[in-house]
């Protein structure tokens, strides 16, 4: 049976219109799958956003809290170091406690080291302010604040905010 040259090119024509059609139905059913996938594990676009604007919020209280911001935009004129302390103190609660809402939505290292962010620049607060005398210029403790920062080098503000960005980006 001698099947003419244009019979052969309808079937091919043909086998490859089904390869596509078979591609493009494969690809609808992997699609399916990985969206029943996401549903399941609850990762979907609002969980996404839940999650970004949360470590978004995370990051501006860990720019806030920053021993620097703190003193910038607490003010110490005419005021004693016992008052630029609670100040500065109160500022600091108040931030994290405004965010405390967002450890459901990063992981549990994650709000360690916001905690522990807090906890340790409450310390080196209490530690300066010690060294001064109840009485004297709120100045004076701001102007050590900012020496520790600028001597030390360790401010852990730098350190959760790129832990901030490191865990952004792998949800993204």
Do not use: C
């Not at 690809?27 to 978004?56: C, P, S, V, W």
């Not at 405390?100 to 916001?114: D, E, G, L, N």
């Not at 310390?123 to 001597?151: C, D, H, M, W």
């Amino acid at each position: 049976m001698n099947l003419s040259e244009g019979t052969v090119q309808n079937i091919i024509f043909g086998a490859i219109f089904l390869f596509f059609i078979s591609i493009a139905w494969l690809l609808a059913e992997f699609k399916g799958m990985k969206d029943e996938i996401k549903e399941r594990l609850g990762i979907n676009n609002e969980t996404l956003k839940l999650r970004l604007q949360a470590y978004e919020r995370l990051t501006l209280f860990a720019e806030r809290a920053s021993l620097k911001s703190l003193v910038s935009r607490t003010s110490s004129n005419g005021i004693t170091v016992v008052d630029l302390q609670i100040a500065l103190l109160d500022t600091l609660r108040s931030e994290y406690e405004y965010n405390i809402s967002q450890q459901i939505y990063v992981s549990a290292p994650m709000w360690k080291a916001i905690g522990n962010l807090k906890e340790q620049n409450i310390f080196i607060i209490n530690q300066l302010a010690a060294t001064l005398p109840s009485g004297a210029n709120a100045l004076e403790l701001s102007k050590r604040i900012l020496e520790y920062v600028s001597t030390t080098n360790t401010e852990l503000s730098a350190t959760v905010l790129s832990a901030l960005q490191f865990e952004a980006k792998k949800i993204m």
